[in-house]
C-alpha cells in the first residue's frame, strides 16, 4: 500500500514480472489498486495489528525506509510543493496515529500527511504516504507516495507521483498529470496541458533508457484515467545491479519528475485563473468525489486491514473520510 489513499487507481499485480511483488505473508502482493492518486495499498503483511506510538516514531519527512534517490527527490519534491504554495495550503491536522502507526509485530509500517487547500485557493489538497512492509524472503516492500488534488474552482489536472519497489533493482514509476475533461471533447485541454507543456518529452527521456519498459496494468479502468503523456513504467536493473538503478533514479528520474512538476505548478496552480462554469463545477465535483470514493473503498477499505488489522483501518479510514 503506498498508503497515500491515492485517488488514481492502479493495480499492483505485474504480468510482466510476477517475482517483482512476492507475499508479505502467505497473500501476493499486487501494485496499489487506487491510485491517482497512486496511491495504493499493498497486501497481507500480518494477524492482528495494533498501533504502537513512541515519542522515537518516524516523521512523514523522514521518509526512513526509501532508498537514498528515492528519499532525496521526494523530499525535495514535496519541500517545493510546501514553498510554492504555503499561502494556498492549511497545516496538516490529521491525529499523531495517522500520521503515523505500525503493526504489532512491527513488521509493517505506515505513514500519511495531508494537507488542505486553503479557501482561496485551486487546490482540494495534497497527500502523501509511505509504506514498508517486511518480506517472509528477507527483503521489504517500500511504497512512497505523493499526490495533489484540484477543487472544481478549476479544471486543471491532478498529480501523482509514486514509487513501488520491493528489491534492490527493480521498481515502478508512477509519474502523471491525469487528466479531469474528456481529451476528445477538449482538444484545447489536450493541446494546453499536453501538447504545449511538452510533457510528452520528459516520458520519451525515460522511454529511451534500456533498463525501462512500460507498465501496464490488467485493470482497463485503471488504464483509463491516465494521460496520454503519463509515464507507468518500470525500471529493472537485474543484469546490472542495484548501483544502476540508483544512477538511473538520481540522472534521469530525478530530472524528469522535477521537471513535470515544475510544469504542474506553472500551468495548473500558479497559472493563469481558468474559467470554469456553474454546471461544470457541479460535474467536476461529481467526478473527483468518485475517484475518492472509489480509492478509499479499494485501498483502504480492502487492503489496510489485512496489514493493520480492523481497529487501525477504522481509525484511519474514519479520519480520511472526514477530511476529504
Partial sequence: MALIISHFPLSLTSKTSPSSFTPCNSSSISLPKSRFPTSTVSRYCGASTVSQMDSGRPRFMDFPYASPPIKDLMID?????????DSLLLPCTLPQDVQYFQNQSGTAHASLLLRSGSPSSTIDFILGSWLHCELPTGGALNITSFSS?????????????????????SLVLILDLPPRKD???HPEYLKTFYEDSELEKQR????KIPEVQPYVSPSLYIRSVFSPTAIVVKVDTSESGGDKLEE??????????????????????????????????????KRDSLFKSKS???????????MFGQEITDRVLGVLQASL
Fill in 204 to 207: 520519451q527521456v525515460l522511454d
Fill in 183 to 185: 481529451l476528445i471533447l
Fill in 149 to 169: 488534488y484540484m477543487n472544481n474552482s478549476t479544471d486543471a489536472p491532478h498529480l501523482v507521483i509514486e514509487f513501488i519497489q520491493s528489491s534492490p533493482t
Fill in 248 to 285: 538511473i533514479l538520481r540522472d534521469e528520474v530525478s530530472n524528469v519528475a522535477k521537471q513535470v512538476l515544475g510544469i504542474w505548478l506553472e500551468l495548473c496552480v500558479l497559472g493563469g485563473k481558468r474559467d470554469v462554469g456553474d454546471d461544470e463545477k457541479v460535474w467536476l465535483k
Fill in 77 to 85: 519534491l514535496i519541500s517545493t510543493v510546501e514553498s510554492s504554495l
Fill in 296 to 306: 478509499i473503498e479499494t485501498d483502504i477499505g480492502s487492503t489496510l486491514p489485512r
